[in-house]
């Protein structure tokens, strides 16, 4: 999906990669990328609240949706960045965040971003780039509905509080080592 901002046209990509609010503070920090946010999808419940997703029940994932330009990040660099700030080999659990919410996923947009996830997975699989397989789902995206308010720009907001410090922030500095040059 193809948009034009003032900054040029922009294309979207929706991952999930465990919480939200980790994956929102990362990819927010990429030169290129426009807007995050924050929410649900891969789910057969209409709407759903984040209290109905946290029971594991509606079938959604955590995702976040990204707004970027792909003059100055690729979709392909923004892979590369998914498949190394999160463990994509668990199969529905990041560390301490345990059910089907948390599961690695890519929610394509169009058939080249199918394409591309599905030959980037292959490649790390292939080279055993995590020592195990790269179980990442790989599907259409049908919906994504918004996250709830207090969720949106989660870090930015409470970086003060115990699961910022010490969750999210060790995952920001891994990050901004390994990605220095895409930050913005």
Known sequence: MTQISSSGQTETATFGGGCFWCTEAIFKSLKGVEAVESGYSGGKLKNPTYKEICTGETGHAEVIQITFNPA????????EVFWETHDPTTL???GADVGTQY?????????????????????LNKENVFGKPVVTEI???????????????????N?????CQFVIVPKLQKFRKVFKDKLK
């Open 72 to 79: 100055v990040i690729s979709f392909r660099e923004l892979l």
């Open 92 to 94: 529905n659990r990041q």
């Open 103 to 123: 599961r690695s996923v890519v929610f394509y947009h169009s058939p080249q971003q199918k394409e591309l996830a599905e030959k980037y997975k292959a490649e």
């Open 139 to 157: 599907t259409a995206l049908e919906k994504f509905w918004p996250a709830e308010k207090y969720h949106q720009d989660y870090y930015e907001n």
């Open 159 to 163: 970086s003060t509080q115990g699961y």
